[in-house]
């Protein structure tokens, strides 16, 4: 028995002549001819209307750590209530969850279960989750599920967070930002090459929603580079991300150098530690504060330091905080401010 699915009509979809869809949800700017679907292969044009195909398919759902995010600045120590639907608009062949993300391209599916907005808050809320987050995939192409889920999270009094690849269009983050508290962007380079070549995207795109996320919304933000060797592991790459955060954003928005495992249709080897904490280093003299290391057990970079007194504030073992002496958003020693904690 095949289940009657509901397709929702897409946000940000505008008519143009010859019964084409013109999609402004993200920087491909889709231009889709009827009976056809955009470059995320979760949208179509359907007699003239742009549809979600991916509003009920949720393919994952859990209760996280925040700091699986990864966010280590924003409500640290609380849990998240995680969910997927399947697409994403880059091609990343280094995908860690390739196959929810790349499903729709790998094997012409699109699966997942019909679990309503209410039904999620509900789940959040009686898992003891302070928020929920919308990640592993690509939130940006389920966009529609995200709103109404999110309002309804508001109303409940939980926060609401991305983990974006970044390409959504500024009309799309201003829209979200009434109920966006939180999001974690991947930069994940610092060359058009690698993104033309690995992600079959643009960089420019990213860099901008970062810019104007940073500068513009009041949503906390921190960046994620998973570390790829011999891909933009170099000292000279690794310095231009940290300094166009620094420069960008802020100097306080955290930076979470990931290492990388292989997967997907990239064969590169994992990223030595050794890398990493050159990239801490690196971080460091470019005017960073808060550096951490992801994917790394035992890296001794997980916790929270004050960038002014070096006190311990926030003691971590991977996605666990053992303790947290930070007061008032404030170092207890020192009181320098530690942006994003009391959030």
Known sequence: MTLQRHLKPALFAQSIPDMKQRCDLCNFHCIIPNGQKGHCGVRQNINGTLLSLNYDRICSAAADPIEKKPLFHFQPGSHTWSIAAPGCNFRCSFCQNWNISQSQIEYGTIEGTPISPDRTVAAAVNSGCSSIAYTYTEPTVFFELCDDTARLAKQAGLKNVFVSNGYMTTRVIDYAKQWLDAINIDLKAFSQDFYRDYCSA?????????????????????????VIPGLNDSDAELKAIAEFIADNASPDTPWHVSRYYPAYHLDAVATPAETLHRAIEIGKKAGL????????????????????????LIERAGYHIISNNIKNEACPNCKTNIPGTGM
């Open 202 to 226: 643009q960089m420019t795109p990213v860099l901008n929603t970062i810019r104007h996320i940073a500068k513009y919304t009041g949503i906390w933000l921190e960046i994620t580079t998973l």
């Open 289 to 312: 504060n808060y550096i951490y290391v992801g994917n790394l057990p035992h890296s001794n970079a997980e916790s929270t330091i004050c960038p002014n007194c070096k006190h311990l």
